[in-house]
């Protein structure tokens, strides 16, 4: 993974993003920089996920992005200097998105995401879409299609990012259909859905 180096940035944003590249997450995930966005804030990072499947298919099984902003002043409603801001989405079976608990079980992936990394954070705000397309005229005969978002921001308590990157990560990963891992057990690459 790239993040970028920042010696114009306050010292507290530039511990935060160097402890970005301390994170490792799990095999199946690919992260790499992607383009900040420069108006929400001072100074950002942004990283962008993908979770590796079959490559003979799409080759994708989850894809997301991490912004991390940060604010020498803060803002209102960030309850802090710097604020994280996430998005994670997959395609799933239209049955299992009709499911009605499928929101809060997606809140779920990322709040034990966060506990089980340690991550601790305030303020934290979310939503949980699932999404359905039917076809029609021309597009007739593609099957139906379906998936599930989470789009989440939490303000981090203290400047260490690694664990808050691995429970993006996490989240990506349970999108995906993947397994949890046991802690201090090595993960050997899936076998895609």
Do not use: C, K, N
Request: charge should be negative; charged fraction near 20%.
């Amino acid at each position: 993974m790239t993040v970028p180096e920042l010696p114009s940035a306050p010292p507290e944003f530039q511990r935060a993003v160097a402890s970005l590249h301390a994170a490792r997450p799990r095999p199946e995930v690919r992260v790499r920089e992607t383009g900040a966005p420069q108006r929400l804030a001072p100074f950002a990072v942004a990283l962008a996920a993908d979770v590796d499947g079959d490559p003979a298919a799409d080759g994708v099984l989850a894809s997301g992005r991490l912004v991390v902003l940060h604010d020498p002043s803060g803002q209102e409603g960030w309850g802090g200097r710097t604020r994280l801001v996430a998005y994670g989405s997959a395609d799933l079976d239209a049955e299992i998105v009709a499911d009605p608990v499928l929101p809060a079980v997606g809140w779920a992936w990322l709040t034990e995401a966060w506990q089980g990394r340690g991550a601790t954070a305030t303020a934290e705000a979310g939503t949980v879409t699932r999404v359905t397309s039917e076809h029609f005229g021309g597009l007739a005969e593609r099957a139906p299609a379906a998936s599930l978002e989470v789009r989440a921001s939490w303000t981090p308590l203290g400047d260490d990012l690694g664990p808050h990157l691995l429970a993006w990560t996490d989240l990506l990963a349970a999108l995906a259909g993947l397994p949890p891992l046991t802690p201090g057990v090595t993960a050997l690459p899936s076998v895609p859905r």
